[in-house]
């Protein structure tokens, strides 16, 4: 008797969730100072604000406050024999 060989499973396939080439106007590299800029204006004039955040420590130095340095020990005395 012979056996029949199960069927592996199917491989899953993720070219579903990339479907299709982009048109090159969608691309970011068609993404221009140009555009920004235009895109910008559009966003004022339509009644919108950006809000400038100014720099913040946290962001200025990473680090933590610099340990104080060692404070050194008396030299200690010997005892007579």
């Not at 106007?25 to 400038?52: H, M, Q, Y």
């Not at 720099?55 to 005395?77: F, M, W």
Request: glycine share 8%.
């Amino acid at each position: 008797m012979s056996r029949t060989k199960n069927p592996s499973p199917p491989q899953s396939d993720t070219r579903h969730l990339f479907a299709g080439a982009r048109k090159p106007n969608e691309r970011g590299a068609s993404l221009t100072s140009d555009r920004i800029a235009d895109d910008l204006a559009s966003f004022r004039k339509s009644g919108g604000k950006i809000e400038v955040l100014g720099n913040t420590r946290t962001l200025t130095r990473i680090d933590g406050p610099a340990a104080p340095p060692p404070v050194e020990a008396a030299p200690r005395k010997r005892r007579a024999s």
